[in-house]
């Protein structure tokens, strides 16, 4: 029975609620979109690149960089876990050395030498 009571009073509460909703303004369900046939021709969009590998490395200087590899040939470097990157790097033609913003990474593995501005170059390890 209570049950019963609570449905109405639930049902009243919502009648009440969208009374108050008075929108003379027409709903208008098929208007045409000004972009549709613009989008219709548009070239397909090329998903973003996913990362491929991310290691800690860990210099001999005692610093910590994080690099995040991805599949088109770049990579990220952050020198704060969990932060944005400082730079983004470029492997020419897909051989490293990743390249840019004053750093510089040899390669992907787990050994590499990095260049970081204001530490020079420096062999690294994960």
């Known amino acids: 029975m209570q049950k019963t009571h609570f449905l109405a009073a639930a049902a009243a509460a919502a009648s009440f609620a969208l009374a108050g ?3 003379n303004e027409p709903v208008v369900i098929n208007k045409e979109d000004p972009m549709a046939e613009q989008l219709r021709n548009a070239a397909p969009v090329a998903p973003p690149p996913m990362i491929q590998v991310t290691r800690t490395y860990r210099c001999r200087d ?3 960089l994080y690099v995040d ?15 944005a990157p400082v730079a983004m790097l470029t492997a020419e033609g897909g051989n490293p050395p990743y390249t840019g913003s ?3 990474v040899s390669g992907s593995g787990t050994q ?8 020079g170059t420096q062999s690294c390890h994960t």
């Open 21 to 23: 909703c008075n929108n």
């Open 62 to 64: 005692n610093s910590l």
């Open 69 to 83: 590899f991805y599949t088109n040939n770049t990579a990220a470097v952050r020198t704060r876990e969990g932060e």
């Open 102 to 104: 004053g750093y510089s």
């Open 112 to 119: 590499v030498s990095i260049t970081a501005p204001g530490h």
